[in-house]
């Protein structure tokens, strides 16, 4: 069932091998990007509108408007009253939602394909002719201080990396949360919201993704006549977001709080993004992660810190780096009980230091590349995760053939380069490690 | 996070299916049945099996032995440790999934064509001959005891097992199919060899494919990976009695936002009114923005996130329940406002709101069956209910037929604010616990 009604989303998991299928590119005169990715085994349509605007473009001292607005979007019109638009695509058996994250804002709706331009006719209407009053502004912001407790603060793992992101981030708005700051939520008003929704919400500064059973001169027709006629920002600011300075110093926090049932370790290094036309060091970033920390039982964490000599009951790396500015490169892991954390913490450096030493194991590597191949096959399944995929992309400056690339970049990896990214990459300096910790430890 | 109380929600959700796609019954060479939908345009093959028994199948005093067990399937096999194992797998790009419900041992697998034969190999020898090694019997436990400390301190799990302790005493379905952090501890290698014998056997086997697979080459395959299990497994347990009475039980936890999970008796899912109590609880509280329960509480007031009702048809026992979290201050005024909601729902709907219930769910149904994988998973859970093979067929006019009158019926019958339990999980402000 759907909990979550509209909520924002972290993109931790891998980014999975894209496809090779007939996909379509073009542009309103208005400057819409439009996306059409065909499917057509089942007669289902997805529509997702990505707006190139997230919690890193928000104006100082106002976190969490980017997503708050998310939230306003299922508002009255002027042709819609509250709640409408979501009555609209249920009464044709259509489920919607929406997300937001740092570089993007997301409206979907999955419908029988037949009920497209009707969507289309809605989401329109929505882009330019909110309606905002400030009931309507002081009641969702109540619910998304709820939202705000439910997900962050009764949650210390929520909370923690809320910390360590904040302290990863000197000077680019990377560090603040999505949701916002919750002194900050508090004090959104109507006059914010408005200025941001006339400004970002605008057929030039959005992707529209459509994905199944389609074809793309349909598609064209009906995006010509619901999006044609919506003036584009004729001032649109270009999403220069101030920019991290290098960092000299290793940073560390310690977070106890009493709710915590068992220590945890974590570490994100800064690391470079997926580049368009030059996805290489991306790809090996990907190898890296999952050579590491890839899998709980053949992973090189796994290996030596569950099963030679356990230190840990669980241990992760990732990488994502499908971002407009920087990527993230993350390791951690669970302490078994009687584990101190600086014991654990020292067994994975050293894990890491005789990986920088001595490089990956070959059949490992192999695995992990046949693994990514059968990635883009799985991928194939899944019409809405390809929507998201080329959405995501397009939403933080790479291209349809960056997407249409990957899966080829991903099989062109070499341990040279898995080891070069290594070394660039893991180095403390430019780390946050951080320890959440229980009550007891926090009493000694 | 909800799963634990309410397993089987959506296993019926489904319909007209679009032409193409045709169910077939596939019976192995050996009898093992199965549901196949061939789909050759992608070279891949989802499968899905279920052994009906599950955690309920624990053994008093061994709680927690099926849920390890299942958790250890992976973790090495015949000549393979569990690093053999995962390198095998993964060398295949195969992907076996195994879990452990109230109701059900589940496998979902992915396998790729090109080496379909190798990877089916090696779900038999994970199914039929897992090894159960000491040291990876005490990394999955440590696993599991670690999952059963956080579960501990996390309020929607603690609203969960004082709602099944409450609803269900001492069956099974009353504690954590985890098990508790004495029972896991004392769980020995000799009792999950029985968990294992228990609860895989032919006996209960409920099959699904979805994919690049021919019914010969499934027929062969079934064979190939189930056919060496015992052919009975242990007996179910009985019908579980539901001992909720109407009330409110605190249960003090230092958070924000206080959980609430309420419910009371439901209705099986094949009594004639079943239709008709899916979209009366579908209109209060279902998944969609428009229900009753998330207009009053969230969008008229702000009080909550989210809120939803569902029917938990489990095999031995039936309820209506549902969930949502509101701040401390709050939780009074959201505690009235769903007991008003309750009761109003036993009085019956309006004639839109049952239209725009319908149109809903009829037309989402068929939005259901899209992806090898999603398939696959509601054929299995449709076998796993008892409904035939042309359910989806059919099923949208089931929906269609249901009247104002039924709703009225039902309501009346399925919705008892007197009978209420209301678990708060929190430090709810003027609440307290009732007999």
Do not use: C
């Amino acid at each position: 069932m759907r909990k979550v009604l509209s909520g924002f989303v972290f993109f931790l998991s891998l980014p999975v091998a894209a496809l090779a299928g007939p996909v379509t590119q073009f542009k309103l005169d208005n400057g819409l990007d439009v996306v059409v990715i065909e499917d057509h085994r089942a007669p289902v349509a997805v529509q997702m509108m990505w707006y190139r605007i997230g919690a890193a473009d928000e104006p100082p001292g106002h976190s969490g408007i980017a997503h708050f607005f998310e939230h306003l979007m299922f508002k009255a019109t002027d042709d819609l009253k509250a709640g409408e638009f979501s009555d609209i695509v249920e009464a044709q058996g259509g489920n919607d939602n929406a997300f937001t994250s740092w570089d993007y804002t997301t409206y979907y709706q999955r419908v029988a394909a037949d009920r497209l331009d009707l969507m289309m006719k809605i989401e329109a209407d929505r882009m330019r002719d909110l309606q905002l009053t400030d009931d309507v502004v002081t009641t969702e912001r109540n619910v998304i201080l709820e939202e705000r407790n439910q997900r962050v603060d009764s949650d210390p793992g929520s909370l923690f990396s809320e910390q360590t992101r904040a302290a990863q981030y000197l000077n680019h708005p990377y560090g603040i949360p999505v949701i916002g700051w919750r002194h900050e939520i508090a004090a959104l008003n109507r006059a914010d919201a408005e200025a941001f929704y006339k400004t970002f919400y605008a057929p030039n500064n959005a992707v529209l993704v459509v994905a199944g059973d389609v074809t793309p001169e349909a598609v064209r027709q009906m995006a010509e006549t619901h999006y044609g006629p919506v003036a584009p920002t004729a001032d649109l600011p270009a999403r220069h977001r101030p920019s991290e300075p290098p960092q000299l110093a290793e940073r560390r926090l310690t977070m106890r709080d009493a709710r915590v049932s068992q220590p945890f370790i974590m570490r994100s290094y800064l690391a470079p993004k997926r580049r368009s036309g030059d996805q290489k060091e991306a790809a090996a970033l990907l190898y890296l992660a999952e050579l590491l920390g890839g899998s709980g039982t053949t992973s090189l964490f796994a290996r030596q810190l569950q099963f030679a000599d356990p230190k840990a009951v669980y241990s992760y790396a990732f990488y994502d780096g499908t971002a407009l500015d920087s990527g993230t490169f993350g390791l951690g892991l669970v302490p078994l009980p009687d584990v101190k954390p600086e014991e654990a913490e020292a067994a994975m450096d050293k894990v890491i230091a005789d990986f920088l030493a001595s490089g990956p194991d070959r059949p490992a590597f192999d695995r992990i590349r046949t693994q990514l191949r059968a990635a883009e096959i799985y991928g194939r399944d899944d019409a809405q995760g390809l929507a998201q995929r080329y959405g995501e992309a397009l939403s933080v400056g790479l291209t349809v053939q960056d997407v249409q690339d990957w899966p080829q970049v991903l099989q062109e990896v070499t341990p040279e380069d898995v080891m070069e990214v290594a070394r660039k990459v893991l180095d403390r300096r430019q780390a946050v490690t951080g320890w959440l910790l229980t009550d007891e430890e926090a009493a000694q | 996070m909800i799963r634990r109380v309410l397993t089987l929600l959506f296993l019926l959700a489904a319909t007209p299916l679009r032409a193409e796609i045709a169910i077939q019954e596939v019976t192995s060479p050996g009898g093992i049945r199965a549901w196949l939908v061939e789909e050759h345009g992608i070279p891949f093959t989802a499968l899905e099996i279920r052994f009906r028994g599950g955690t309920a199948l624990d053994q008093p005093g061994k709680r927690g032995a099926v849920n390890l067990m299942t958790g250890l399937i992976e973790e090495g096999a015949a000549e393979m440790n569990a690093q053999k194992f995962a390198e095998s797998r993964d060398a295949l790009a195969a992907e076996f999934r195994f879990n452990a419900s109230a109701d059900s041992v589940g496998v979902s697998a992915r396998m790729l064509t090109e080496n379909r034969a190798k990877a089916a190999e090696l779900l038999r020898l994970a199914l039929t001959v897992p090894r159960f090694d000491a040291d990876a019997v005490e990394r999955v436990r440590g696993q599991v005891l670690s999952n059963i400390r956080g579960n501990a301190k996390e309020p929607n799990e603690i609203a969960g097992q004082v709602f099944n302790r409450l609803a269900f005493g001492d069956h099974p379905y009353g504690s954590s199919g985890d098990g508790t952090l004495d029972s896991v501890a004392a769980l020995t290698r000799d009792d999950i060899v029985a968990a294992h014998k228990a609860a895989l056997a032919r006996d209960r086997i409920y099959v699904a494919a979805v994919g690049d697979i021919t019914p010969a080459d499934l027929g062969a395959l079934l064979d190939q990976v189930l056919g060496g299990l015992p052919e009975t497994g242990a007996a179910l347990p009985g019908p579980a009695t539901v001992g909720l009475t109407g009330g409110i039980t605190v249960e003090p936890f230092p958070t924000p936002q206080a959980v609430l999970l309420f419910g009371h008796e439901g209705i099986e899912r094949d009594d004639p009114d079943y239709f008709a109590a899916f979209i009366l609880n579908e209109i209060l509280g279902g998944e969609r923005f428009g229900s009753r329960l998330m207009r009053e509480l969230r969008e008229k007031r702000g009080l909550t996130y989210g809120v939803g009702t569902w029917l938990a048809d489990y095999d031995q026992a039936d309820l209506v329940a549902g969930q949502f979290a509101t701040a401390s201050k709050t939780v009074a005024q959201s505690i009235e406002i769903l007991r008003a909601e309750w009761a109003k729902a036993a009085e019956g709907v309006t004639e839109e709101e049952l239209a725009n219930a319908k149109t809903y769910l009829t037309g989402a149904y068929p939005l259901r069956f899209d992806g090898n994988g999603p398939i696959a998973n509601l054929l299995v859970g449709m076998q796993m209910t008892g409904l035939p093979i042309d359910y989806p067929l059919t099923r949208n006019d089931k929906i269609n037929a249901v009247t104002l009158e039924d709703i009225r019926r039902v309501g009346a019958r399925l919705f008892r604010p007197q009978d209420l339990r209301i678990v708060v999980v929190g430090q709810p402000e003027g609440v307290t616990s009732t007999p």
